[in-house]
């Protein structure tokens, strides 16, 4: 009788659901990947790392297609970017998806020397289109991006940087809306005439970050 009683309790308690355990794999979409967050998701996103800091919030414009805004600063440069993103979806099969995406918006240099010795205050403008695709595993979200860079500085007698960066990010689910994960980052930056970074030309992009991702609805 008292084992019978202890293995109906137990099969009871296995049937409740638990709030706190790990969910079994990824619920919603990352915004580092390609797969859009659907009609009427909101979410916000942070990275930390070397060599940047990141905050970014992205909502459902339709079931294909995403709208936001990114705020960035790279603590290594003193470089910043603030304004619009936007994902598009182009193509889907099954759980991977690729997306065009793009940011723009204000472009700032603080011309801190502390790690690059020839870098130099401005203020611009920067264009970035990217590509990227994710793809849905049982535990985690594997995404990938190459993205372009264009920058128009205005100090001094005006300015022109062109760049391209590849990374590669894992990201899966913690607890309830939270996705934590990491992406590395590589590419390079060519900078002319008065931009920042023109005497050192071309540069190495590197990135590695800490990701965490929450999803507000």
Same mark, same amino acid.
């Given at each position: 009788?008292?084992?019978?009683?202890?293995?109906?309790?137990?099969?009871?308690?296995?049937?409740?659901?638990?709030?706190?355990?790990?969910?079994?794999?990824?619920?919603?979409?990352?915004?580092?990947?390609?797969?859009?967050?659907?009609?009427?998701?909101?979410?916000?996103?942070?990275? /930390?790392?070397?060599?940047?800091?990141?905050?970014?919030?992205?909502?459902?414009?339709?079931?294909?297609?995403?709208?936001?805004?990114?705020?960035?600063?790279?603590?290594?440069?003193?470089?910043?970017?603030?304004?619009?993103?936007?994902?598009?979806?182009?193509?889907?099969?099954?759980?991977?998806?690729?997306?065009?995406?793009?940011?723009?918006?204000?472009?700032?240099?603080?011309? /801190?020397?502390?790690?690059?010795?020839?870098?130099?205050?401005?203020?611009?403008?920067?264009?970035?289109?990217?590509?990227?695709?994710?793809?849905?595993?049982?535990?985690?979200?594997?995404?990938?991006?190459?993205?372009?860079?264009?920058?128009?500085?205005?100090?001094?007698?005006?300015?022109?940087?062109?760049?391209?960066?590849?990374?590669?990010?894992?990201?899966?689910?913690?607890?309830?809306?939270?996705?934590?994960?990491?992406?590395?980052g590589l590419g390079g930056l060519w900078s002319f005439n008065d931009a920042p970074f023109a005497n050192d030309s071309p540069r /190495?992009?590197?990135?590695?970050?800490?990701?965490?991702?929450?999803?507000?609805?």
């Amino acid at each position: 009788m008292l084992v019978a009683a202890l293995l109906a309790s137990a099969l009871a308690a296995a049937s409740l659901p638990d709030s706190t355990a790990i969910p079994t794999g990824p619920r919603f979409a990352s915004l580092q990947g390609g797969e859009p967050l659907g009609a009427g998701g909101a979410q916000a996103a942070f990275s /930390a790392g070397f060599s940047t800091l990141s905050a970014e919030y992205a909502q459902a414009a339709s079931d294909g297609s995403d709208l936001g805004a990114m705020a960035e600063v790279d603590w290594l440069t003193t470089e910043a970017f603030l304004g619009p993103t936007f994902r598009y979806l182009t193509w889907r099969f099954g759980e991977t998806f690729v997306s065009w995406r793009a940011r723009a918006g204000l472009y700032a240099d603080g011309g /801190a020397t502390w790690a690059a010795a020839d870098n130099r205050a401005a203020l611009g403008v920067q264009i970035a289109p990217g590509l990227a695709a994710s793809r849905r595993l049982s535990r985690v979200i594997v995404s990938a991006a190459l993205d372009g860079r264009f920058d128009v500085t205005f100090a001094r007698g005006g300015g022109q940087a062109l760049g391209v960066k590849g990374s590669l990010a894992l990201e899966t689910p913690l607890w309830g809306d939270l996705l934590a994960g990491a992406r590395l980052g590589l590419g390079g930056l060519w900078s002319f005439n008065d931009a920042p970074f023109a005497n050192d030309s071309p540069r /190495a992009l590197v990135e590695l970050e800490g990701l965490l991702t929450y999803r507000l609805f």
